[in-house]
């Protein structure tokens, strides 16, 4: 497998002796859309400015796209569009000067460069505001024209920090929409702390926690770390059906039946019994008491259960979570945490 | 074209702030005054001497020094790593696209408000004209004032790396350049010093280009010894060979050497960009 970003023991501790990065081995595929999940404080940004170039790490390499990163690594940063959270641009020019300006550092061509950042204000919807300085712009327009800033050279990776940040839900779901567009031929790394954001558009996740990677894997193999086989049927119908139909379904070999309030039945499958037939005949039954069904989550699909529950694992691992041992890289791959 | 692209970048800027703005409209007032108290009774060269004084003296040094501060230091730096060095650009070529920029801006504020009341002085037939101005001297001492203010950019530039925050930048240029007339004249260094330059425009003004024949042009090797032996005095507190006119007593000046206050000025500006490229290339943005 090629990949995109490639770290080995990368460790950044600042002079405050604070330690941001902590022996991370992240490895993202070439083409992946990659959530990198943590909470604040996890050094998701530290890891971006380390990639970039920005800061220097105290130990380890990171390589993207093949090129050791560090701060005089221009043909790496030339391939990386950044996006930094609430980004703080130059508050005296204007949305076309300043991608103007992007343009001749990335030195692309007056002929190129001039079509390109007309198509992408038009596309990030900032063509009414292109006579506005920058300085008079919202978080959403400012995240909005630092999308566009990060797409100016097309670059095969995208490194976007908190893109949702700060937006209203109409600017998050364009957001969201954008990432899914220039998914395709592209490899973008989301660091986000808003798990249905990676729920949403992200094929591959990495969990990060107090400066450590503690889960780096496919989405699939993190919900399949979920315990619970849960099933959520919101229905629509009389209360005292609905009251029937949990009883019935709790009479169903290795089924159990709850419900929580008066419209949510929650139904739990034991381990011997296979869900997709469980569930098949729990529908037969709804759909014979006349209820209908509004909406069914399933708690295997729960990516906050699944980011929590690693988040407690790093926890309760205490004292265990320092190895003495040298770490593989591609211990963080196989989807496990550290011991 | 990245270096191209921020010189141009940081010159809009600069030219935007009000600080540039404010200081281009005082400096011009300040050598409006000066030229109209002057007019009658003043000669060309002093009056020359009059204009510069405040780029080598006071107040405009404090300008100068925060304007080479500002680019790496504050809230600024924040701005730095979002918009511009995340970006392909290496850190020298950002340093030195926003040290000429300064430089550039300095410079053009000092020249536009010294030159045309040069020009003016020199030409104007005035009660009080009676002195010779050559233009190579007026040249050189222009040139003089012009590497004085490079070095102050240059500490700036320096300080705001070492220290990144403006006001802790500030202050200790306060520190070190105020007193610098007295530090160079600890160290037998006075012909170096702002004041002393400032007392020697007058004669440089009036230098023409080759006083005799004879003399060599350019830079000697007695230039070179000469410079030698002074650093090595003051940097072993020896005292002076006694001279027959010692450089303060003698108010002529004649013996300044160009060459000496080009190295003189020139290295210690040389080192600080050095320094500060260092510091800035290994700096965590």
């Known amino acids: 497998m090629e990949f995109a970003i490639r770290t080995e023991h990368l460790t950044k501790i600042y002079a405050s002796r604070l330690i941001a990065v902590n022996d991370m081995a992240l490895e993202v595929p070439k083409g992946a859309t990659f959530g990198l999940l943590g909470p604040n404080g996890a050094g998701k940004t530290t890891t971006f400015r380390l990639l970039l170039g920005l800061q220097r790490p105290t130990a380890g390499r990171a390589e993207v796209l093949g090129q050791t990163c560090g701060p005089n690594a221009v043909g790496v940063r030339r391939r990386i569009g950044y996006l930094p959270t609430n980004p703080k641009l130059p508050g005296n020019l204007r949305p076309t000067e300043y991608l103007d300006l992007l343009g001749q550092l990335y030195r692309l061509p007056h002929s190129v460069r001039k079509p390109r950042l007309a198509s992408l204000l038009r596309a990030v919807g900032l063509l009414d505001a292109t006579d506005q300085r920058i300085d008079t712009f919202s978080t959403g327009m400012s995240t909005r024209l630092g999308i566009a800033a990060s797409l100016i050279a097309d670059p095969p990776l995208l490194l976007w920090d908190e893109p949702t940040a700060g937006l209203d839900p109409a600017a998050r779901r364009f957001t969201l929409d954008l990432i899914r567009q220039l998914g395709p031929g592209r490899t973008i790394v989301i660091a986000t702390h808003i798990l249905s954001d990676i729920d949403q558009i992200c094929d591959h996740v990495g969990v990060m926690h107090e400066g450590r990677m503690v889960f780096c894997g496919s989405m699939h193999d993190m919900k399949r770390r979920l315990r619970c086989d849960d099933f959520h049927l919101d229905l629509d119908g009389p209360p005292e059906q609905i009251d029937r139909l949990a009883r019935q379904t709790g009479e169903l070999e290795g089924v159990e039946a709850q419900l929580r309030g008066s419209h949510t039945l929650v139904v739990r499958v034991a381990e011997k019994r296979g869900r997709a037939e469980a569930l098949a005949e729990v529908l037969t039954l709804a759909a014979g008491a006349d209820l209908s069904l509004q909406a069914i989550h399933s708690g295997r699909n729960d990516t906050e259960n699944a980011y929590l529950q690693l988040l407690q694992e790093d926890i309760a691992h205490g004292f265990h979570r320092f190895d003495l041992a040298v770490r593989q890289p591609d211990d963080a791959v196989r989807g496990n945490p550290a011991p | ?285």
């Open chain 2, 1 to 285: 074209m990245p270096f191209v692209a921020i010189l141009r970048h940081d010159l809009r800027g600069l030219w935007d702030s009000r600080l540039v703005r404010l200081w281009l409209v005082a400096a011009l007032l300040l050598a409006l005054v000066i030229t109209a108290a002057h007019w009658g009774q003043t000669p060309t060269a002093i009056l020359i001497a009059w204009l510069v004084a405040p780029f080598l003296v006071f107040p405009w040094f404090l300008v100068v020094m925060v304007l080479g501060i500002n680019p790496v230091s504050g809230s600024r730096a924040d701005s730095l790593a979002d918009g511009l060095l995340s970006r392909p650009v290496a850190r020298h070529e950002y340093l030195a696209a926003t040290w000429l920029a300064r430089v550039l801006v300095v410079l053009a504020v000092f020249l536009t408000s010294t030159l045309p009341p040069i020009v003016l002085v020199a030409l104007a037939e005035r009660p009080a004209a009676t002195d010779t101005v050559a233009p190579y001297g007026v040249t050189a001492g222009l040139g003089v004032v012009a590497l004085v203010l490079l070095l102050q950019v240059s500490l700036g530039f320096m300080f705001g790396t070492l220290l990144r925050r403006l006001l802790s930048a500030v202050v200790v240029l306060l520190f070190l350049w105020y007193p610098i007339n007295y530090t160079l004249d600890f160290f037998r260094l006075e012909q170096f010093s702002p004041v002393s330059l400032c007392r020697a425009v007058p004669e440089l003004a009036q230098r023409p280009w080759r006083e005799r024949d004879d003399l060599p042009s350019g830079v000697t090797g007695d230039d070179f010894e000469e410079l030698g032996q002074l650093f090595v005095r003051a940097l072993t507190f020896q005292k002076p060979k006694p001279q027959p006119k010692p450089f303060f007593e003698s108010d002529e000046f004649r013996d300044v050497s160009l060459w000496q206050v080009a190295l003189g000025y020139g290295v210690p500006t040389l080192l600080a960009v050095a320094l500060t490229a260092f510091c800035f290339s290994r700096r965590d943005l």
